[in-house]
């Protein structure tokens, strides 16, 4: 019996990801990440979004 309630954090999708957390889990720069929002190479909305919290 599978029980499909017991799911690791691996396997969740999570939507919200800080800035740090990504940078730790990618190969991106918290500046780099950073730049690329600012000069809009990453489109708000489509890339990235603000959490409902403001944290980034």
Not at 23 to 49: C, F, M, P, Q
Request: charged share 25%; no cysteine.
């Amino acid at each position: 019996m599978h029980d499909t309630h017991n799911n690791s954090v691996a396997e969740m999708n999570l939507r919200y990801v800080t800035i740090g957390k990504f940078a730790a889990e990618s190969r991106y720069t918290e500046d780099a990440i950073r730049t690329k929002i600012k000069n809009g190479v990453w489109l708000h909305g489509s890339v990235w979004i603000k959490a409902p919290d403001g944290r980034n």
